[in-house]
């Protein structure tokens, strides 16, 4: 009895959450109704089972089940009903008790002791309905959606009538599709008319998902006739249906793909970018970030437990301002002397960056860090076929909130104006009264400050350790490359652009492959637009 | 003036090769002839270490070659040492024949393990050593060539070239990594045997690995030698200097740059041919993104620009990483990281560079003295001449002038 089964495991796993409610308030109540069970014929116990699913209690779920299995007991000393199992050191004689509603366990007893309550084929059919009934009309929406998906993948065609009775009360239009749908799945189980069943095939063709269309397979090979065809038809359109979909899910893989690119590399288009500088250290900043994070949580974990929702939002700014900082002293200690000679800059950043992966192995440990995620970014919701998980879904929104603000820090800000006039005319810039060499440290320290919130999101979907960053460095000066040095809308497209392809060169290639495959096209690309996607021109690029 | 010059550039690089040969002679014979007891006596693990230094000197040689005197820096140069690494491992591979773990007398054991029913087409002819020794040269050659002859058309140069050559090199490495590719995958090739008959661990074989890397080294430095002093030298030196002035005299820069790309290209696939039967294994790390860095600072320690210079920075460079990762193996990468911060910063022309620089001053002083002959030089000699170390600007690839506003310039 498949359905009953499932129903029962669903009840048992929701039954601890529901106890409290009703337990105290309901169990003595129902004591005496399940006590009855014991008295009198078949007759007399099927009008219980009717009362007893007239209460519409979860609780009674067990004593059902018990009693539809066969394992349902009088003991004999008090009249008292009990779940009774066989146990113990002699298996033919001993059993174990339960009590039907607490489930507590009530000892041991032996056979004499107890009588079985009878059961006959008809009452197991009550029976049954009656449970089903219990769950498809509990009071809980999330239980009876849960009731209904149960009932769809059992596929029972004697749960048809209790569908029935669940899809005619029901109130909530989502769980009543739900049940529709399980309905029809147990009436292609059944054998029941052919017209009801084409009726059937229509409701699974809207669900349209894999379960679906393994359902419908499976009918369009047992079928024959308009039933065939029409399964088939439906076949056809589900996987017209799903196609779109699995276009759908690469999409949206691809906007996450290239969103983390887009946080790895946007502080790079500023470094990179606007300032001419090639900063290898620019992952391990990405990594410093990420250690912020995890340093705030284990803070917040040792002091203010309370607080550990809010970690991300408390790394944020910090890890900006250490980043921001460390990149302050970069431009001051090193990069400051060797402006105009770009190659050199590369080889002091990378003697920088394995500096700095060292100094945090040594002061962390070479193992990976854990970084929870806090309650927002877990779980997952669906959209049609889709699965989004939360953690996804924000790392995109705060890319583009990052990209928006660095956007509006450089149009609408008079340091973002000070940036572009050093960064298009130093000299004109200068005799303006700008102060360019502090220009110069803040945007390489604002460059730095956005890898380091980066680090706070990547942090969130990558190991934290020390080879954080080297995992994103080539990553990154891909998409600056490809996008355009020096346009911000061309590093977004890039990012964009790359997460896409490679998300779908995935099922083709596999996942190094297509990797492999995005690689050569951007060296290939760069053959074509040897300054990107979106190149400055004029004169002033050809340094 | 010029041949007085000369002169002194050939008695460094006489010197040099002297030294070489030097070596190249009394490392195996101190190994071979002298008894263990003795205190010249050299350790065979010591004669491998050394031939391994000297692969990486032939590695940052070729390094030196395109990036010194063409300005091309190059961060995917191990791709073409681990090629040419490769090319080797697959013919001392194919000469374990059926002494492997599982006996297969034609399959490599990844192959006998992966389930592979035959030889794929590309193992073919690898058991025969001429072939090997030719796609040692021809792999990285051709791989050079095409890569070059895209890059350089048109006109990748400076960073951007930089990038994608070590996109390229990462490429290789995802490519290698895999178990479908027919290279051994994660684990690479191992476990070698023998080369041409002789047992890969005896010392003869070591002390017979360790003078052929010093003889290639001799060879090629005489080959850079040849092409930086020639003509075609001088071409290059106008490239890495100001590109499109060549191109506006005339010269088909590309053409140039190809040449001096694939040549350099085949010395460092002979470099890391020398270089796997003496450490025994190549695999898909040779192919690291970090390993061709490196070998670019071996090569801006010792002084870019220079022949010397590159071998004398990647045995200096690789000795300090031997000592410190088995002394102070925390310390090892702050090391290495300062030394790049502070070459960069305080040495640009590399410890060679900066010797000569300030030999060749105390020369012209006092020749300009003697001989008050107004003895201005052509702006491009060659750069190891001490005139060209001399010059105000650091020889490699920096622009000559910056426009102004186009890259930001130091404050004054």
């Known amino acids: 009895m498949p359905l009953l089964r499932t129903l029962i495991f669903i009840l048992g796993s929701l039954l601890p959450a529901l106890a409290p409610v009703q337990a105290q308030g309901d169990l003595a109540g129902l004591r005496p109704l399940i006590d009855a069970l014991a008295r009198g014929g078949f007759k007399e116990t099927e009008a219980q089972v009717g009362a007893l699913a007239a209460t519409g209690n979860p609780a009674v779920a067990p004593a059902l089940e018990a009693l539809a299995e066969g394992n349902l007991y009088e003991r004999k000393s008090d009249g008292a009903v009990v779940i009774a199992v066989k146990a113990g050191r002699d298996m033919a004689r001993d059993m174990a008790l339960t009590d039907p509603l607490s489930g507590a366990a009530l000892g041991e007893a032996a056979s004499r002791d107890l009588a079985k309550i009878k059961v006959n084929n008809s009452l197991r059919r009550v029976i049954r309905s009656a449970l089903g009934a219990l769950t498809l009309m509990a009071k809980d929406p999330a239980v009876r959606r849960q009731a209904a998906e149960a009932v769809f993948k059992a596929r029972d065609a004697e749960a048809v009538e209790a569908l029935d009775e669940a899809i005619a009360a029901e109130t909530d239009a989502g769980v009543r599709r739900l049940m529709e749908q399980a309905r029809a799945a147990a009436v292609l189980a059944s054998d029941r008319a052919e017209d009801e069943k084409r009726a059937a095939v229509d409701v699974l063709a809207a669900r349209g998902d894999r379960d679906a269309l393994s359902l419908l397979i499976g009918l369009s090979a047992s079928a024959e006739g308009a039933l065939r065809d029409a399964a088939d038809t439906a076949v056809t359109r589900i996987n017209k249906s799903l196609v779109m979909w699995d276009a759908a899910q690469n999409v949206w893989y691809g906007l996450s793909l290239g969103s983390v690119l887009l946080l790895a590399a946007i502080g790079l288009a500023i470094t990179f970018g606007v300032m001419g500088v090639i900063n290898m250290a620019h992952g391990e900043m990405v990594m410093i970030g990420a250690y912020v994070t995890f340093v705030v949580q284990e803070v917040i974990r040792g002091s203010a437990p309370g607080l550990f929702d809010y970690s991300l939002l408390i790394a944020l700014p910090l890890a900006f301002l250490v980043a921001g900082a460390v990149g302050i002293g970069i431009e001051r200690g090193i990069i400051r002397f060797l402006y105009g000679r770009p190659l050199e800059t590369l080889l002091a950043t990378w003697g920088l960056s394995l500096i700095l992966q060292q100094a945090v192995r040594s002061l962390f440990g070479p193992t990976n860090r854990e970084v929870g995620n806090p309650s927002f970014m877990s779980g997952a919701f669906d959209i049609g076929q889709l699965t989004i998980t939360y953690n996804r879904m924000w790392i995109v929104v705060f890319a583009l909130v990052v990209f928006a603000g660095l956007i509006l820090v450089l149009k609408k800000t008079s340091f973002g104006l000070s940036m572009r006039a050093v960064t298009q005319n130093r000299r004109m810039a200068a005799s303006m009264g700008i102060r360019t060499p502090w220009i110069d440290a803040f945007t390489f320290g604002l460059g730095s400050g956005i890898a380091g919130i980066a680090g706070v999101a990547l942090s969130q979907i990558d190991n934290v350790s020390p080879n954080l960053g080297q995992g994103y460095i080539i990553d990154s000066f891909m998409v600056v490359v490809f996008g355009g040095v020096g346009n911000l809308w061309g590093t977004l497209v890039g990012a964009i652009t790359l997460g896409v392809v490679n998300k779908f060169l995935e099922p083709y290639a596999g996942a190094v492959l297509g990797k492999i495959l995005v690689l050569v096209f951007i060296i290939l690309f760069i053959q074509k637009r040897p300054r990107g996607l979106f190149a400055l021109k004029g004169r002033a690029v050809e340094a | ?412």
């Open chain 2, 1 to 412: 003036m010029t041949s007085f010059l000369f002169r002194a550039l050939d008695r460094r690089a006489g010197l040099f090769l002297a030294v070489l040969l030097a070596i190249t002679i009394a490392v195996p014979a101190l190994n071979l002839l002298v008894p263990p007891s003795s205190p010249f006596h050299v350790p065979t693990y010591a004669v491998t270490l050394m031939g391994k230094y000297l692969t990486y000197a032939l590695l940052a040689l070729s390094v030196d070659l395109v990036w010194g005197y063409c300005g091309i820096l190059s961060l995917g140069h191990g791709a073409f040492f681990a090629l040419g690494g490769y090319a080797m491992g697959m013919y001392l591979m194919r000469q374990i024949g059926s002494r492997g773990v599982y006996g297969d007398p034609l399959l490599p054991d990844f192959m006998v393990f992966l389930n592979w029913k035959e030889l794929p087409w590309y193992w073919h002819g690898f058991d025969m050593f001429w072939f090997a020794a030719l796609m040692v040269l021809v792999v990285p050659g051709v791989l050079a060539f095409v890569f070059g002859w895209f890059a350089f058309r048109s006109r990748v140069t400076g960073v951007y070239l930089s990038i994608i050559t070590q996109a390229l090199t990462y490429a290789l490495l995802l490519a290698f990594f895999r178990n479908d590719m027919g290279f051994g995958g994660n684990n690479g090739l191992t476990d070698f045997k023998d080369i041409l008959g002789f047992s890969i661990q005896a010392d003869t074989t070591r002390a017979g690995l360790f003078a052929a890397s010093g003889i290639a080294l001799m060879l090629c430095f005489l080959v850079c030698r040849a092409v930086t002093r020639s003509k075609l030298g001088k071409v290059l030196v106008a490239v890495r200097d100001a590109e499109s002035r060549a191109r506006f005299l005339g010269y088909r820069v590309e053409h140039y740059k190809l040449f001096v790309w694939t040549l350099s290209a085949m010395m460092a696939g002979l470099a890391g041919a020398l270089y796997v039967p003496q450490v025994g294994i190549i695999n898909p790390g040779e192919f690291a993104p970090a390993n061709s860095i490196e070998a670019v600072i071996w090569v801006a320690v010792g002084g870019r620009g220079t022949l010397v210079g590159p071998v004398i920075g990647a045995v200096a460079v690789n000795f300090g990483k031997t000592w410190f990762t088995a002394a102070l193996p925390d310390v090892w990468l702050f090391a290495l990281g300062g030394l790049f911060v502070v070459v960069t910063l305080f040495l640009p022309r590399g410890i060679v560079g900066t010797l000569g620089q300030g030999w060749s001053a105390l020369r012209q002083r006092r020749a300009s003295a003697a001989a008050e002959a107004g003895a201005d030089e052509p702006p491009s000699l060659p750069p190891n001449s001490p005139a060209a170390t001399a010059a105000p600007k650091p020889a490699g690839p920096t622009p000559v002038k910056v426009p102004a506003g186009a890259e930001p310039q130091p404050a004054e």
